[in-house]
């Protein structure tokens, strides 16, 4: 699904009125369908009320309001900003409505009120005024239930971010299209759950101007899923080499490997330095395992033209290593995750040297740590979001970033970029990343292209975290994989 900023989703409403829809009928329709959603939600609420700002938002606030009250309900309206500024469709939504308003400073929350909150939407442009800043916080404290209008107030739609004290919805409402601010964090979490209601801005115009921002969803990369076909020959499924850490630092590079036989590798082979080759033997049946202790070694092994991706980072180690070992593989598919990145936090110029030389083949994992330590301007610039900061950092490296955390996002030096959802909260455990490295560089070893192969990789390992369920270790997750052939 493609995720519009609010300004695209300003433009579609441009467009639509250039093109003769009447903007108040749309106007008509999402206020009728916030009353709809609180009324399905909020049956035998005892009051309902409706807070409005000075703009759209405040407009589908008053026609939402009309219709509640249309509908029998006890519907009180409290107002933020002079009334005698309203213009054009808001005023026209406030002259219709049967109920008036009162100032917002009049409204004292109460436990039962299901509250509508229609302030501020997508075009939130600063920080919150104070006095709705301290009403949030009230709303809080009592503990109202409240379904917002296009965004919960003080939350970035472009960003996610929450300028100010931002409303915690139980329920979102918003229109034709959700924003990356739903999704990013903290917006998600102040949301709900979401709604999006089709307003009928035609889906010509939402093509128009829509940007490459998705959702991470299985539509945007299926199509590249490896074919599960009987007849698929283990050297067809590829080859994955995961590198391993030294004696005593084996345990990442296995779970890595383990997991990138679990998403369908033909061959999985360990690259250890001779002294952890016993401590790996003994924990490794299906994988194999290959010694290999310098450059001069891993160029030798290179010389197979079967071995299709590579992951190097888990438990690796940190030092010129790694980087040798990096610049070696520039070129070729790899996760390059952990250490792997932090080998370049003193030089990351020259891993983007290697790396500008070659198409883009690299999928680099940093969780925010590691990113600070490869992009620090880019980390510190606090005008950028996680999108923007992870879209800058696709295009300074000419790899695929995958910008870890609760809301990880997916970027690739074209511009594209996918923001992941389906993560469970106790996904994040001790070696959690390094099976996605593993299912990562699994994909890139059967064939998919680096942003497909990133996304895909996010969303499998949430949904393998979903399936392994709460209370989770690593290891669980590899079983917890979707087949590929369910996912739809
Ligand atoms: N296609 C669709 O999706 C449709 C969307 N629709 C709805 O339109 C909404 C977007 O409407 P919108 O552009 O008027 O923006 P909105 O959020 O009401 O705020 C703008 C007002 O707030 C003010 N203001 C801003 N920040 C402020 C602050 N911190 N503190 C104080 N004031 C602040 C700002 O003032 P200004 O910055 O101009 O001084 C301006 O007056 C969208 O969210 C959806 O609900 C539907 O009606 C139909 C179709
Ligand atoms: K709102």
């Not at 939407?121 to 917002?148: E, F, W, Y």
């Not at 996610?160 to 601010?181: D, E, N, Q, Y």
């Not at 001779?274 to 299906?286: F, P």
């Not at 996605?436 to 680096?450: D, K, N, R, T, W």
Request: proline fraction near 6%; include cysteine; hydrophobic fraction near 40%.
């Amino acid at each position: 699904m493609q995720l519009l900023t609010p300004e695209q989703m300003g433009q579609a409403d441009q467009m639509a009125a250039a093109s003769g829809i009447d903007s108040h009928r749309l106007m008509m329709k999402a206020g009728e369908a916030v009353s709809a959603a609180v009324l399905r939600r909020f049956p035998a609420a005892v009051r309902m009320v409706v807070l409005c700002g000075p703009g759209n938002n405040g407009g589908d606030g008053y026609i939402a309001a009309k219709a509640l009250f249309e509908a029998g309900c006890n519907v009180s309206i409290y107002h933020f900003g002079d009334l005698a500024n309203l213009k054009g469709d808001v005023a026209q939504a406030f002259n219709a409505c049967p109920v008036k308003p009162q100032p917002l400073a009049a409204y004292a929350p109460k436990a039962n009120d299901v509250v509508v909150d229609a302030l501020f939407g997508a075009g939130l442009t600063r920080s919150l005024d104070p006095a709705v800043q301290s009403l949030i916080l009230n709303l809080r404290k009592a503990g109202s239930n409240v379904v917002a209008v296009d965004l919960p107030s003080g939350i970035s739609g472009g960003t996610g971010a929450a300028l100010g004290t931002a409303v915690t919805a139980s329920h979102t409402i918003t229109f034709m299209r959700p924003k990356p601010g739903h999704f990013l964090l903290p917006g998600r979490e102040h949301c709900g759950t979401l709604e999006t209601f089709d307003i009928g801005i035609p889906q010509r115009i939402l093509t128009s101007v829509a940007g490459n921002t998705y959702l991470n969803e299985p539509s945007l990369w299926k199509a590249h899923l490896p074919a599960t076909s009987i007849q698929s020959h283990k050297f067809k499924r590829g080859h994955l080499t995961v590198f391993s850490g030294g004696h005593g630092t084996t345990g990442a590079a296995r779970l890595s490997a383990t997991a990138g036989l679990k998403a369908g590798a033909g061959l999985v082979t360990l690259a250890t330095p001779s002294n952890a080759c016993t401590e790996a033997t003994a924990h490794l049946t299906a994988i194999m395992l290959r010694e290999i202790n310098n450059v001069r070694e891993l160029s030798h092994w290179l010389e197979d033209k079967r071995l299709s991706a590579f992951v190097l980072g888990p438990g690796f180690g940190i030092g010129e290593k790694a980087r040798d070992y990096t610049n070696l593989l520039a070129g070729n598919p790899v996760v390059l995750d952990a250490d792997g990145i932090t080998s370049f936090a003193e030089s990351p110029d020259r891993l983007f040297y290697s790396l500008s030389k070659h198409p883009t083949t690299f999928v680099l994992t940093p969780h925010e740590g590691e990113f600070a330590r490869l992009f620090p301007d880019i980390h510190s610039d606090k005008s950028l979001g996680k999108l923007e900061k992870a879209r800058a950092a696709a295009s300074r490296s000419n790899a695929v970033v995958l910008y870890k955390g609760a809301d990880t996002v997916i970027t690739a030096p074209d511009g594209r970029a996918a923001i992941n959802a389906n993560a469970p909260p106790w996904l994040a455990t001790a070696g959690s990343g390094d099976v996605l490295s593993g299912i990562i560089g699994s994909l890139l070893a059967q064939e998919m292209p680096p942003f497909e192969a990133a996304c895909a990789g996010a969303w499998l390992h949430g949904a393998a975290g979903q399936n392994a369920g709460e209370g989770l270790s690593a290891e669980d997750l590899p079983n917890g994989l979707p087949k590929y052939s369910q996912i739809s």
